[in-house]
Nanobody, 126 residues
Framework: QVQLVESGGGLVQAGGSLRLSCAAS????????MGWFRQAPGKEREFVAA???????HYSDSVRGRFTISRDIAKNTLYLQMNSLKSEDTAVYYC????????????????????WGQGTQVTVSS
């Protein structure tokens, strides 16, 4: 089992940048595929980015080219670097994890993941 704690959210102007972090408990972080999702007010939670155990990545069309997902195995931490932020990026951002033996698999659906953080608020002012 793994516990996830997000941090790094806040208020930023449009065009600015933020880096979200997701700290994972446990000693088997390298056995988990990870992802970022977000939920804007009045909307369903949506996929943002995912990374496999071996570093393969996948992004939603709305963030590709602006956001970068990465992971530091030694620090048990997942990151989401967000650049060129837009007002439509305003949401609560959640990290998620799933234990898998598949080294290159990435999950893009909520039901692909078993563990979730509590979320961190990102607000982009226009």
């Amino acid at each position: 089992q793994v516990q996830l704690v997000e941090s790094g959210g806040g208020l930023v102007q449009a065009g600015g940048s933020l880096r979200l972090s997701c700290a994972a408990s446990g000693r088997t972080f390298n056995m988990y595929a990870m992802g970022w999702f977000r939920q804007a007010p009045g909307k369903e939670r949506e996929f943002v980015a995912a990374i496999s155990r071996h570093g393969n990545t996948h992004y939603s069309d709305s963030v590709r080219g602006r956001f970068t997902i990465s992971r530091d195995i030694a620090k048990n931490t997942l990151y989401l670097q967000m650049n060129s932020l837009k007002s439509e990026d305003t949401a609560v951002y959640y990290c998620a994890a799933v234990w898998t033996v598949a080294s290159t698999w990435v999950g893009v659906r909520e039901l692909d993941y078993d563990y979730w953080g509590q979320g961190t608020q990102v607000t982009v002012s226009s």
